[in-house]
């Protein structure tokens, strides 16, 4: 088998269809291009080579010591488990590597806990550097991203921390359950604890709901992050602060919680922090086992945080994976990013071990929002994945693609909207706080809420649901 690694994209591929060109294939990972063959006939493969404009360098053109396959990790987990195996193209996440036989035969869809390999992908991009439609920023929308906080961000990624472990099957993951449930109802939604099996123990998803104010049918938008951390090489009780992986992508849920709270909108949102996922997305796969048919045909988007706080590349890039039917919601995340951020953004439709997976096989349409080249983060399932890691910009700057598009996916109320309707100044729209509504001299409406202990926002002016 012999292979050519480009820069260039496969378009001069795409460009020679129809020619004598049929033994080559292509297979794209971002900047990088590998044109392969099952030939080792190395004229003819510099013959088609040459009809379709590629010109090969001297010593570029290499031999395959068996086939050619991708791996998707976590982390740098399959190339810290088999460091011998020749990596053809790294891009993180993603890899194409040289197996011989033995390793074949020995590897191909097989898993590890935080690793796939799988046969290569032929004439296919599987990860693309993407540039999102750019739109006319939404006032509105901007209105909600730009209340997007480091530093409440920060606070609740600190309180997370500080559990030490949120092991699955430790207390301390209880309590950090327990303490995301509270901070959630203090927001004013609907919190439920739904205990879910890992192994022989137990665990607990983190279950939020807020109704939207649509009339009739509504949709229903889906925001999760896990909860839980792990220490692999000390076992249950090591410590794991799991700062990145995944108390970044929790406080994120939180962090979006908060800065929707107060707003009015279409369709229904829910907040998971699932358990178990370290261990092999427990919490994930029960959850979507329990949906019924009616509640899976509303559900309009998942989106899903894992690690959204190291930055591992020069210039802040966000991953989107998804699968076939996610690829709408991509288009959304890629377009927001390009509004409202500066991200660079990449995208793949191979899916693999984010809490993602159990929706798209249950043909939900999901997209894992993960920092890009996380294989360059080597801190995570260890003790030392900790606060000092943390790019606070590169996670708002994630959160705020996310919160835009969660925003737009809800029907949030653009200032031209009418969508607050009350039967008078006050009404409750979730457990323990009060919400007031007064019309101002300028016919719109304003809004604070009282949580028990303070009004909110703490602010001495009042919140209008509708200015720009």
């Known amino acids: 088998m012999l292979y050519l690694v480009i820069s260039e994209t496969p378009a001069q591929l795409r460009a020679a269809a129809g020619k004598d060109v049929a033994p080559l294939h292509w297979t794209q990972l971002a900047d990088r291009t590998v044109i392969w063959s099952d030939t080792d006939d190395r004229r003819a493969f510099r013959s088609h080579a040459r009809n379709t404009g590629i010109a090969i360098a001297s010593?570029?053109?290499?031999?395959?010591?068996?086939?050619?396959?991708?791996?998707?990790?976590?982390?740098a987990s399959f190339q810290r488990e088999f460091?011998?195996?020749?990596?053809?193209?790294?891009?993180?996440?993603h890899l194409i590597v040289d197996l011989d036989s033995q390793q074949l035969a020995r590897l191909t869809d097989r898993s590890g806990d935080c690793w796939v390999v799988r046969p290569i992908p032929v004439d296919t991009a599987v990860l693309r550097t993407i540039e999102g439609d750019r739109r006319a920023a939404d006032q509105r929308v901007q209105h909600v991203v730009d209340a997007v906080s480091p530093s409440t961000f920060r606070s609740a990624l600190d309180t997370l921390v500080g559990f030490g472990t949120r092991h699955s099957l430790t207390t301390q993951f209880t309590?950090?359950?327990?303490?995301?449930?509270?901070?959630l109802s203090l927001l004013g939604y609907s919190v439920q604890l739904q205990t879910i099996a890992v192994g022989a123990g137990t665990s607990l998803n983190v279950v939020a709901d807020?109704?939207?104010n649509g009339v009739g049918t509504r949709n229903l938008v889906i925001v999760t992050a896990h909860l839980d951390s792990i220490n692999a090489a000390g076992g249950i009780s090591a410590p794991a602060p799991g700062a990145d992986d995944n108390g970044s992508g929790?406080?994120?849920v939180l962090e979006i919680a908060r800065v929707l709270a107060g707003q009015p909108y279409q369709h229904d949102l829910r907040l998971i922090l699932f358990g178990g996922?370290?261990?092999?997305?427990?919490?994930?796969i029960q959850y979507v086992s329990t949906l019924q048919s009616a509640e899976r045909a509303r559900i309009r988007a998942v989106i899903n945080m894992d690690m959204i706080g190291t930055r591992n590349t020069a210039s802040p890039t966000v991953l989107l994976e998804g699968a076939a039917i996610s690829q709408t919601v991509m288009d959304a995340l890629a377009a927001a990013a390009s509004t409202y951020t500066s991200l660079i953004v990449e995208t793949s439709l191979n899916p693999f071990a984010s809490d993602h997976v159990p929706f798209i096989n249950a043909a939900i349409p999901a997209v894992l929002t993960i920092e890009g080249s996380d294989s360059a983060n080597t801190n995570v399932?260890?003790?030392?994945?900790?606060?000092v890691h943390i790019d606070n910009s590169l996670a708002v700057e994630i959160l705020r693609m996310n919160v835009a598009t969660i925003a737009s996916l809800v029907g949030l109320a653009t200032e031209h909207t009418d969508v607050v309707s009350v039967s008078?100044?006050?009404?409750?729209?979730?457990?323990?706080?009060?919400?007031l509504f007064v019309t101002g001299t300028d016919s719109r409406v304003y809004h604070k809420w009282w949580d028990g202990s303070s009004w909110q926002p703490s602010t001495t002016d009042w919140e209008s649901l509708d200015k720009p």
């Open 83 to 93: 460091p011998d195996v020749p990596v053809v193209v790294d891009k993180g996440r």
């Open 277 to 284: 996922e370290e261990q092999g997305l427990h919490g994930s």
């Open 250 to 252: 929790s406080a994120g």
């Open 424 to 435: 008078g100044p006050v009404v409750a729209w979730g457990a323990n706080r009060l919400d």
């Open 210 to 212: 807020r109704p939207g």
């Open 381 to 387: 399932h260890t003790a030392n994945d900790t606060l």
């Open 59 to 75: 010593g570029a053109l290499d031999q395959s010591s068996g086939r050619l396959a991708l791996v998707i990790q976590v982390g």
């Open 175 to 183: 309590n950090a359950a327990n303490w995301a449930q509270n901070q």
